[in-house]
């Protein structure tokens, strides 16, 4: 079951903040978080694994929320270099990453 | 240390024709996935080995498509006949443990395929 991500689209004024969300309709093991810029491979970002634990990778950060079935991404203070799209991967107790179907951030100047 | 590699970058081919695509994941990275990605969409798993054994392939369809990872390291993919909707980037990517779900995966370039 491929999980939902919201907005599908955002744009960004540089310095601005953002959040993405995850949700899934099914029990969550782990959430993986991946960045694609145009033409190039996503990007690994960070891991959360079951047990609702927050991560921050700079000015990126990670929530997991098991009960809810959902992770949301924080983006602070955004820079030119956070365009892209992201992805978030969900998988279950038996492995198999699925991926949302991403979330196109734009920043401009 | 060096990357997934990836070859070719691109391909064009005409319907029905075949297409391989081939992969060497990072040294020492046990399990190796196929993604396939269509444009604006999220890439879906094709085939997921361990070592040289698969232990996912539910998503591939297999009438056209077949991978193999001799040796358990690098890996091919092919497709034939390609059909028009076959058009896609075809990402390989690797993870180190046995329990990769608990790991980030490292993505090659891909390779993006246009069937005419």
């Known amino acids: 079951q491929q999980p939902v991500q919201s907005p599908q689209a955002v744009i960004l004024r540089e310095g601005e903040d953002a959040v993405i969300n995850c949700s899934s309709s099914?029990?969550?093991?782990?959430v993986h978080w991946y960045r694609q810029k145009h033409g190039e491979a996503p990007v690994f970002l960070m891991i959360l694994l079951k047990g609702g634990e927050q991560k921050g990778h700079e000015k990126i950060s990670a929530s997991f929320n098991e009960k809810k079935q959902q992770s949301s991404l924080y983006l602070t203070a955004s820079q030119l270099s956070y365009s892209g799209t992201y992805f978030c991967g969900t998988g279950g107790g038996a492995q198999k990453l699925v991926f949302g179907q991403g979330t196109r951030l734009t920043i401009n100047p | 240390e060096a990357g997934v590699a990836q070859s070719p970058r691109y391909k064009i081919i005409e319907k029905r024709q075949s297409v391989a695509f081939w992969c060497n994941p990072i040294s020492g990275h046990a399990t190796l996935y196929w993604y396939q990605q269509i444009l604006g969409q999220g890439p879906k798993l094709l085939i997921q080995f361990q070592n040289n054994g698969v232990v996912d392939d539910s998503q591939l369809p297999k009438d056209r498509f077949s991978a193999e990872r001799l040796k358990g390291v690098d890996s091919t993919l092919k497709i034939q006949p390609a059909k028009l909707e076959d058009s896609a980037v075809y990402l390989c990517a690797s993870s180190s443990l046995r329990s990769p779900i608990n790991y980030g995966y490292t993505f090659g370039s891909g390779t993006r395929l246009t069937v005419v």
């Open positions: 099914k029990a969550l093991y782990s």
